[in-house]
């Protein structure tokens, strides 16, 4: 095999990156990468945390600690020449007894923008060989660009679920197939796909969450000492990035070092019987679904044993190998507090420690953070009504279902690029869509000779009229976007609203759950509306905004119809395609104008201008006392919408009468 040159210590070419070594605190954060650096099958990590916690950073410096990889002379795909698994060009390369040409480089680093398509990530047709030559060739992807390295992903999260699919089957696999635009084709995509993700900004749907191998929740430093050394080595960096890098070879070098030591010790660290038993009975204590959290949790704790210079796996191991592998797996309610999982988890290991006996004893290893004292505030709230039990699921894990017709969305055809590719349509007058380059090409090669043959031989290489023109066709989840403007006066009627209103919108968070559903909040007393609860998905968020939602003061209606016009045209600008729904929950005693001296006319003004903006609206009459003004049936009719009145209002019956309205 012929090779160029490399060195132990890589040279640093490109902009500067802070140093991995060099980063404050975060140990379980450094731990999750190294453990995928030592086994890259294990299955890659989820890092979730807070911004500003060096999630990012730790990404970017840990792709420079790993060490070099020799490749085979121009391949797209990273082929290792000695490897078994090649790519299509690399195995018709190869010649029996003949060594491909290679060199070395650092395992490449490819970042997947959050606004990808599915052609950007597999790959897609080759245009420039179809139009010269009429070949159906491939254009790799990123997933062939990650190959043999890191595939990160920020805010995943945020990314489509049917692009979340494919990252992760690849990642399970370790190949790319490719079955679309007349292409058939398999390639090697061995890489360690690490997702970051800020939970406030929604949660990944169970089943994708459980195929993440490690799971690191971080937050920020609470040690004012190690946040002023944080602040220290950023100036530092800043100021002189290339002399920072250099005051940290030496222990980058020694970090890299290690990670080449422990790939090669792996294969001889012994996993005894009793560990892998106290490894299942810790799963079976957990409730973890499925057998995949033990093989993680077992590859971990290989890992981990071979990263410390041991032969043998040790108890210690296994603890920190649960905390890593089996705090997103644990079955749990929608509901749970994040720190519920470290308790049970702390439970779990400390019956373990147990049953194996005083001599295993010792302190702990501490895994992240199972801090979750968030306080209270000395204002009066009200707790969500308690859910009629048939709207409640069971307890269970990462396969929960929901009922009340819960489960995931049917797909509609959407205009925007995130949906998943399944086919093509004419692009005529008045539709939209990306161009399908494939169907295009097909359409228009029967005519070919002859549009040349008028054009002259001067004319171009590839002759498309309109008529040929094909644009790409999508599928999405469906998607509601439903927001609560909840009337929020100190009076005991209001309290029966708010407890109702909350109850409710924990009901559907639980179908949001599954559906992916958005729910928000909107409060309005006193002289103004107040979002309390951004458009989310994330149930944790939810329900602890949702218990802290004070109540008291006048009621500006049009201060809350004007914000939930605010709200959808924001949640609008994202480019994502829903369907708005304002739910509202009030007596229609208005009594705070907007912009005029009349609060009736500014509430019909707000009013008016939802209904042009197709928000679908409900109005949930909380009016009593044998005198009624009537405000909110003559609002409902301006909206558009329905006017529900609920004289024993209640959470299950709101939440029910809000389904029924969803699915008409």
């Given amino acids: 095999m012929t090779t160029s040159t ?15 070594t060099a980063i404050v605190g975060q140990a379980a954060l450094k731990t999750g990468l190294i453990l995928n650096g030592v086994n890259s099958k294990i299955g890659g990590v989820l890092i979730r945390g807070e911004k500003g916690t060096a999630k990012s950073t730790a990404v970017r410096a840990f792709a420079r600690l790993l060490p070099e990889i020799a490749v085979v002379d121009g391949c797209a795909y990273h082929c290792d020449p000695n490897g078994e698994h090649l790519c299509p060009d690399c195995t018709a390369r190869k010649l029996p007894g003949l060594a491909l ?48 390295g890191i595939l990160y992903v920020d805010e995943i999260n945020l990314l489509s679920d049917h692009l979340v699919d494919v990252l992760l089957d690849a990642a ?44 690191v929740d971080i937050t920020g430093l609470p040690d004012p000492l190690e946040r002023a050394e944080v602040v220290r080595r950023r100036i530092a960096f800043e100021r002189q990035p290339r002399a920072f890098m250099a005051a940290y070879t030496d222990a980058e070098a020694q970090e890299r070092g290690r990670i080449r ?19 299942t009975r810790i799963c079976a204590t957990l409730g973890v679904d499925g057998l995949r959290g033990d093989i ?10 071979a990263y410390a210079g041991r032969t043998e796996v040790t108890h210690e191991d296994v603890e920190v190998a649960a905390g890593l592998a089996l705090v997103h797996r644990q079955r749990r309610q929608p509901f749970d507090r994040p720190e519920q999982a470290q308790e049970r988890m702390a439970q779990a290991l400390g019956q373990a420690r147990d049953e194996r006996g005083p001599a295993a004893d010792g302190e702990r290893p501490s895994v992240g953070d199972a801090s979750g004292d968030h306080g209270g505030k000395a204002t009066q709230v009200f707790a969500p009504s308690p859910l009629p039990s048939a709207t409640l699921p069971p307890a269970s894990g990462p ?73 790409k066709v999508r599928k999405a989840p469906a998607e509601n976007l439903i927001l609560f403007a909840v009337d929020a006066s100190g009076s005991m009627a209001a309290r029966r609203r708010m407890e109702a209103a909350k109850g409710a919108v924990v009901s559907l968070l639980l179908d949001a759950y599954q559906k992916r559903d958005r729910v928000g909040l909107l409060a309005f007393g006193g002289e103004a509306a107040t979002l309390v609860l951004p458009p989310t998905t994330s149930v944790e968020l ?43 929950v009030t007596d229609g005693r208005l009594n705070v104008a907007l912009r005029t001296a009349n609060p009736f006319g500014d509430m019909m003004e707000q009013a008016s201008a939802l209904a042009a903006a197709h928000v679908r609206a409900l109005v949930i009459d909380t009016e009593s006392g044998p005198v009624r003004a009537g405000v909110n049936r003559r609002l409902a009719r301006v909206l558009g919408g329905e006017c529900v009145e609920l004289a024993a209002l209640g959470a299950g019956a709101l939440a029910q009468t809000i389904r029924q309205r969803l699915q008409q």
């Avoid at 997947?112 to 052609?119: I, S, Y």
């Avoid at 998943?420 to 005519?447: E, N």
């Fill in 6 to 20: 490399h060195f132990d210590e890589p040279l640093h070419i490109g902009p500067p990156v802070f140093p991995f």
């Fill in 542 to 584: 939810a329900e602890r905004e949702l218990r802290s939602l004070p109540t008291g003061g006048r009621t500006p209606l049009a201060h809350a119809l004007h914000l939930a016009g605010e709200v959808f045209r924001r949640a609008g600008r994202s480019g994502r395609e829903f369907a708005p729904w304002l739910v509202l």
């Fill in 261 to 279: 030591f422990a790939r090669r010790h792996a294969l001889s660290v012994v996993c005894s019987d009793a560990m892998l038993d106290t490894m």
């Fill in 172 to 215: 399970a696999m370790g190949v790319n197939y490719v079955e679309r635009e007349g292409i058939s084709i398999s390639h090697p995509a061995q890489f360690i796909l690490v997702g970051t993700m800020n939970p406030e900004e929604g949660d990944l749907r169970p089943q994708l969450l459980d195929r993440f191998a490690l799971c």
């Fill in 399 to 471: 396969s929960m279902h929901l009922v009340s017709g819960a489960g995931r969305r049917r797909s509609s055809l959407t205009e925007t690029p995130h949906g998943r590719y399944t086919g093509s349509a004419p692009l005529t007058p008045g539709t939209y869509g990306a161009l399908a380059l494939a169907p295009t090409l097909r359409a228009a090669a029967p005519h070919q000779q002859e549009r040349r043959a008028q054009a002259g031989s001067d004319g171009p290489l590839l002759l498309l009229q309109p008529a040929d023109l094909q644009r």
């Fill in 101 to 148: 040409p290679a060199h070395y480089i650092q395992p490449p680093l490819v970042e997947l923008p959050v606004g990808a398509t599915e052609d950007r990530v597999i790959g897609t047709l080759n245009l420039e060989r179809a139009i010269r030559d009429g070949a159906r060739a491939f254009e790799p992807g990123l997933l062939a660009a990650a190959n043999r």
């Fill in 296 to 305: 993680v949790m077992y590859k971990t704790a290989v890992a981990l044993a």
